[in-house]
């Protein structure tokens, strides 16, 4: 990572890319390296979230290609008012939601497949957070992860995903209902 | 008062105070159990921070490169066909005002006429096309810009022609009316082209 001149921030979580000004100007005159350096620069953020996001790993991957063909078309409307990697991030995000959408994961699929995969007699069951985080719904998954890991607000979500602000705090707050549950950490009665 | 729910615990980490925050608030500074609540909710948050970042199995930039040519390839041969439109409209105008110095006088207003009835009938074209509703990419609203600002400039020559003395008149307003003619006929080929291209 450091080699490539890119380092997170523990605190913010945050990709800062060195020298992004100049690599930007020569990305923006068309320069292919210049774009070689942003994919090796944000290729792992912006796959582990395609990837927490959408169901199998070649969507995921279609993501990937996708957000950045649409990062080298669209460089001119960057204008730099923020972080470079939130411009990236957000590209990425709208590409694994509109994957979603595309393949149909809807609430009634959700449902259904609750109840193939959360039945009833679970509530003893304890898995690690990885695997509760795959194991839940489509869209919990990916308000869950956009809010607490991603740091987008409500509001930012709802407009990505086209729903109400009401509709991502209640998908939240299912995620960390069947979080807490399958983790074993739900409050003594 | 009950314990706090998960909703409740999940509004207290929102910014902004929504009704009811304050009592909540007041709540979880004197409930142990709640305090508990919210620190696993808080754990569990940075644990789902914590985790570590999925890698993508092979490596994509070749596609992408490849991806990015054929699409520069696109946008050159693109922005190659749009000036030689340009270019060819200019042509066109100055044959036109060329031409319309050697004609004697009544010929010169039947060309006058036709040249009238050709220009509503490519501005009826544009119209029926209605580019205006269209989604457009920059490069065909700049070349379709600058061709509308110079029929604005005829135009505007058109009156100040009209204004003369009818002796020496028509051979500007004929010419005038040419290049009218000739920009109509680059800003349809303008916006058909980019129809094709988008497959409209």
Known sequence: MQGLGIFQSAMTDTYVLADAPALLARARAGDLTAFEQVYRAYEVPVYNLARRICRTVEDAEDVLQETFFEVCRSIHQYRGDGSLWGWVRTIAASKALMRLRRNKYRDADEFEEELHRAPRSDSGLRMDLEAALERLPETSRAVVWLHDVEGYTHEEIAGMMGKTVSFSKSQLARAHTRLRRWLGEEPAA | ?200
């Open chain 2, 1 to 200: 008062m009950s314990h706090l729910t998960l909703e409740q615990l999940l509004q207290l980490r929102e910014p902004g105070l929504e009704p009811g925050v304050f009592s909540l608030r007041a709540h979880l500074a004197q409930c142990a159990q709640c305090q508990m609540e919210a620190s696993r909710l808080d754990q569990r948050s940075a644990r789902l921070r914590a985790l570590p970042a999925l890698r993508p199995a092979r490596d994509h930039w070749s596609a992408l490169e490849q991806q990015f040519k054929v699409e520069r390839r696109r946008r050159w041969l693109r922005r190659v066909s749009l000036i030689g439109l340009a270019a060819a409209a200019g042509f066109a105008l100055m044959l036109a005002i060329r031409s319309a110095n050697h004609l004697p006088g009544p010929s010169k207003q039947l060309a006058i006429d036709e040249a009238m009835a050709r220009s509503r009938q490519l501005e009826q074209l544009i119209q029926s096309y209605n580019p205006d509703a269209r989604v457009t990419d920059g490069r065909t609203v700049r070349v379709a810009g600058e061709l509308e600002d110079r029929i604005a400039l005829v135009d505007e020559e058109l009156e100040a022609a009209n204004r003369l003395d009818p002796r020496g008149r028509d051979a500007q307003v004929l010419g005038l009316w040419r290049q009218r003619v000739g920009l109509l006929n680059a800003l349809v080929d303008v916006h058909m082209t980019r129809a094709s291209a988008v497959g409209y």
